[in-house]
């Protein structure tokens, strides 16, 4: 199996940052895509920025400009810098990754959550 670890979620007052991690473990014979979604109490889970192999990105709209995706591919670690955070931001934040493991098949995980609040 792989396991995603998520770290770096907290509290933090609005027009701050935080800086979410993502570390994937296990038989990785390659990744072709991690991104982070995120939902919010009562609502349905969203994506939040996406990161393919060959360094395309994508990002929702209602975070364009204020968070950025990257990737270290050696360390099979993905990263959100998020700044001038919102409220309407705070949510649960999840990491997934897509890929092959040994000895050859695909694999689809998710990291555990964690919590990101932003409130003064």
């Known amino acids: 199996q792989v396991q995603l670890v998520e770290s770096g979620g907290g509290l933090v007052q609005p027009g701050g940052s935080l800086r979410l991690s993502c570390a994937a473990s296990?038989?990785?014979?390659?990744?072709?895509?991690m991104g982070w979604h995120r939902q919010a109490p009562g609502k349905q889970r969203e994506v939040v920025a996406t990161f393919f192999t060959g360094g395309t990105t994508n990002y929702a709209d209602s975070v364009k400009g204020r968070f950025t995706i990257s990737r270290d591919n050696a360390k099979n670690t993905v990263y959100l810098q998020m700044n001038s955070l919102k409220p309407e931001d705070t949510a649960v934040y999840y990491c997934n990754a897509v890929g092959t493991m040994a000895p050859n098949s695909r694999f689809n995980s998710w990291g555990q959550g964690t919590q990101v609040t932003v409130s003064s």
């Open positions: 296990g038989n990785i014979l390659g990744i072709v895509f």
